[in-house]
């Protein structure tokens, strides 16, 4: 079999390792819980007496001898540490007693003892007091309720008598959802490792892992798949907002295929819809060769026509940059598509008046506007030359309508208090004005990609053909290499974000409405 070769065994051996060693990683966290726990560890246990059973000759001089039970005395440093993952609060501690903690000096009474913490730690101090349980009884030592952060720890130094050095001293008590378990021993100076033998070793097995499937991925070769070309002709139309981006695909596409020829006539999103259904409904040789885009979902009378989803789109609001304000409200935008708000005073801005500068009713970018942000069409046309009003009513805002993105963009900067709309990337890279954010959220593909943003000027940009084009078409093939592939990265280059990538997939189900009505 052509894929059982000995690069594709290796992958696929290393991935089921990864897998595996993946599953014991659960596995073990599941066993040995990483969540509250409290270590304790001997860092020290020393005879002060040379009674004390240790095997080790002692001698004493000044209160060492002259204090009495000194003969078999030891001192023994507990270290109590907090090494889990979440911090550890007084009501985590379930002992049923006033304490939490009690440790039990095998064969060793309890003569005495003293508490010590790290600078940074002084708070812990307020809590090693009797009425909080602190104190000591023959054997045992009872310790309070102690609040520890995640790193935290104490030292307890007990002088005791009796008993042998070296001799068992346990910690009991419970902890909510944790655990209470020594650490290994240690010196005083010594830090406690960060992770585990095993998650060490797992983490090793798993950066071979990634280090093999890297090398096998360097080593292949990454020679991408030829275009499946066509010779021919395509015309591509509709959306002007698109338009750049459709435009550097087909040169990339020409470049790749000898003998195609893709040319890009962008005039508005239904008006290319309605070519294409125009074109497909006279057809008498076969599929028509002709590619709609359009901003959003065709006409539901349009059902003779078939669609693939682009890309994700994020369109904005732009004025000029005399309008000094960067946010409006969704609710301020309807007002001002009303013509209730006429100068720019009125929601914080400039003493200016309000010009509107749209788009025709061909634009996808317009119905965009209207579906996703305004809730309704935009009032009638006032206006020639976007500046005075001139057709009827003679009171109220003035508005106008040009025929392209890159008409509206050029208008706004050289009119006073204008108003506009726009794909985000064009608007971005045009010198005297700026986009505006809606109820505080930026127009930003970035956030939006998060799911950080609720900013609501965004669409789908849909590729339509009358019908389905014949397999190995140039039409077809064209739509392939747009779609799902390497015109992905120029989507992605122009500022949007494709339909059909891992992140694009979700956000393109998400962002589709039903077709509008005719």
């Given amino acids: 079999m052509e894929w059982l070769n000995a690069e594709n065994t290796v992958a696929v051996g290393t991935a089921l390792v990864g897998i595996v060693a993946s599953g014991v990683m659960v596995w073990y966290e599941r066993r040995v819980p990483r969540r509250r726990r409290i270590g304790y560890r001997v860092q020290m246990d020393n005879p002060i007496g040379d009674d004390a059973r240790s095997g080790r000759a002692n001698r004493r001089l000044g209160l060492f001898e002259e204090t009495p039970d000194m003969a078999d005395a030891t001192l023994v440093l507990l270290r109590i540490e907090n090494d889990g993952s979440q911090g550890i609060d007084r ?22 003892v003293t508490v010590t913490q790290p600078t940074d730690t002084d708070h812990l101090m307020d809590h090693f007091t009797e009425a909080r349980g602190f104190g000591y009884d023959g054997h045992t030592l009872r310790i309070p309720r102690v609040p520890l952060n995640r790193g935290d720890h104490y030292k307890l130094l007990v002088l005791l008598s009796g008993g042998d050095v070296g001799s068992p001293i346990r910690l009991y008590g419970g902890i909510r959802e944790g655990e209470v378990h020594p650490n290994r021993s240690a010196t005083p100076d010594d830090v406690p490792p960060l992770f585990s033998r095993a998650a060490r070793t797992i983490s090793v097995l798993l950066t071979v892992c990634v280090v093999t499937l890297a090398a096998i991925v360097v080593a292949r070769d990454d020679t991408p798949p030829p275009v499946e070309c066509a010779r021919g002709k395509l015309t591509v139309t509709g959306s002007t907002a698109f338009a750049p981006v459709v435009r550097d695909v087909a040169e990339r596409f020409e470049h790749a295929c000898e003998g ?21 409904g006279g057809r008498g040789a076969g599929f028509p060769p002709l590619i709609a885009l359009s901003d959003g979902p065709r006409l539901a009378a349009m059902d003779a026509l078939t669609e693939d989803r682009a890309a994700l789109s994020v369109f904005a609001l732009v004025v000029s940059d005399d309008v000094r304000i960067k946010n409006l ?30 788009r025709d009713a061909n634009s996808g970018t317009r119905q965009v506007f209207q579906r996703r942000v305004l809730g309704r069409s935009e009032m009638e046309n006032t206006s020639s030359d976007c500046v005075k009003r001139d057709y009827a009513p003679q009171k109220g805002p003035v508005r106008c309508e040009l025929d ?27 010198k005297g004005l700026h986009p505006l954010s809606l109820d505080a959220d930026a127009p930003d593909l970035k956030a939006i990609e998060q799911g950080t943003s609720a900013y609501p000027y965004r669409e789908i940009e849909y590729a339509y053909t009358y019908g389905n084009p014949p397999a190995g078409s140039l039409a077809a093939n064209f739509l392939t290499y747009l779609i799902r592939g390497s015109g992905q990265t120029t989507i992605r280059s122009h500022g949007h974000l494709p339909c059909w990538s891992p992140q694009g997939l979700q956000l393109c189900a998400e962002t589709v409405q039903p077709a509008n009505s005719p």
Avoid: C
């Fill in 260 to 280: 195609a020829t893709i040319e890009v006539d962008a005039h508005g999103s239904t008006a290319g819809l309605r070519d294409l259904v125009s074109a497909g």
């Fill in 404 to 430: 392209s993105t890159a008409q509206v963009l050029a208008q706004i900067r050289k009119t006073s208090g204008a108003i506009g709309y726009s794909e985000l990337n064009v608007a971005r890279r045009t």
């Fill in 91 to 112: 009501e985590d501690y379930t002992s049923p007693e006033l304490h939490g903690l009690t440790a039990v000096f095998t064969d060793r009474t309890v003569k005495g």
């Fill in 329 to 358: 409200s969704t609710d301020s935008v309807r007002r001002v598509y009303r013509g209730e708000i006429t100068n720019w005073r009125q929601v914080g801005g400039p003493d200016l008046p309000v010009r509107m500068v749209s």
